[in-house]
């Protein structure tokens, strides 16, 4: 399916700067007509087939330039349940881009230049959110140090106190990134979002963008949500211990258990930079534009600076020299 505008025929999209639908040929503002699928995976406006992957979901045609949304992969299993949509356009999150990078020492000129701006893809990266209950049993042993001196003594004194910590934490909807294709240290980099504009899912988020349906499923996922869980309860529980000068455990256990889980698509901007034969990802929060990457150094650039110094200390050295045989 895709959006069609009302007044030129053209294709709407959502605009995240307007948050709303928007046409790009005639920027109209209005409810767009939505025009389903006749055939599975062929451009409903310009009928051409469309190659796409098995996940694929949301995709730009190669032919008309219309974004066509794959709706028979968002049925039964593959239903959406949460969504969370754009609210940096493209040009905004490659200015962020610029200006994270923009202090690096001996990057290429051409990065985030204007002319590659086409690199810049809008994603709906499929998450699975979970809401997990934590129990917490602890046992151990803290001491606290005490120290002072009487006369030409140094003292020390030791408490050493039994602990007992056992208590629950719950955890709304931590996220997982679900898909393959996407490399999930830099999506947990990517975190946090800002989940208070988490909505119910709307195909119509995904008109301007592409989207993925997932490729691995919630039981395969929980164990790496757990993990999280495990790392904030852990956090959590040294708090409660830093009072003391050293903590010796005896027991610890840390068990989380689903409450319930979602579907959801999370808004990134991508952008790939290729350098000298080798490509450079970089990844926006779409939403808070927090941006991560590692962008290649320029040798040119780098021996440029090296040699401008070495002349600079060279013209130095030779006016010193100059000075002291005036003198």
């Known amino acids: ?113 204007a002319s590659t701006i086409e690199s810049m893809q ?14 917490v049993h602890f046992e151990g042993e803290g001491r606290k140090i005490r120290t002072w001196t009487e006369g030409d003594y140094d003292c020390t004194e030791t408490s050493i106190y039994r602990l007992v910590r056992d208590f629950n934490v719950n955890y709304d909807k931590i996220p997982v990134d679900a898909s393959k294709n996407m490399p999930d240290e830099k999506m947990d980099l990517v975190e946090p979002y800002k989940y208070t504009a988490l909505g119910k899912f709307r195909s119509k988020y995904l008109s ?12 395969e996922l929980l164990p790496r949500a757990q993990k999280k869980a495990k790392k904030y309860t852990e956090g959590y529980l040294d708090e409660y211990n830093n009072s003391y000068s050293s903590v010796k455990t005896a027991i610890k256990k840390v068990d989380s258990k689903e409450m319930n889980s979602y579907y959801t698509f999370l808004p990134v901007w991508r952008y790939v930079y290729r350098y000298q034969g080798t490509n450079y990802e970089f990844f926006v929060n779409g939403q808070t534009g927090k941006a991560i990457g590692t962008p290649p ?18 013209f130095l050295a030779e006016m010193i020299l100059y000075f002291l045989e005036v003198a």
């Open 208 to 219: 301007g963008f592409q989207a993925e349906i997932y490729d691995e499923n919630k039981e």
């Open 122 to 135: 809008g994603l709906y990266v499929p998450f699975w959110m979970y809401d997990l209950h934590t129990h």
């Open 1 to 113: 399916m895709f959006y069609r505008c009302k007044s030129c025929g053209g294709n709407v999209i959502y605009d995240p700067k307007k948050k709303a639908m928007v046409c790009e040929s005639c920027g109209n503002g209005g409810e767009p007509d939505l025009i389903s699928q006749e055939k599975k995976h062929v451009c409903n406006n310009c009928g051409a087939e469309i190659e796409a992957d098995k996940i694929d979901l949301s995709l730009k045609c190669p032919y008309c330039g219309t974004y066509v949304i794959f709706e028979d992969r968002m049925e039964n299993e593959y239903e959406p349940n949460l969504v969370l949509p754009f609210a940096l356009d493209k040009h905004k999150a490659l200015d962020l881009l610029k200006e994270k990078f923009a202090k690096q020492m001996f990057l290429p000129g051409n990065f985030c230049a």
């Open 297 to 314: 150094t320029s040798k040119a650039r780098m021996f440029s600076w090296f040699a401008a110094v070495t002349f600079s200390l060279f």
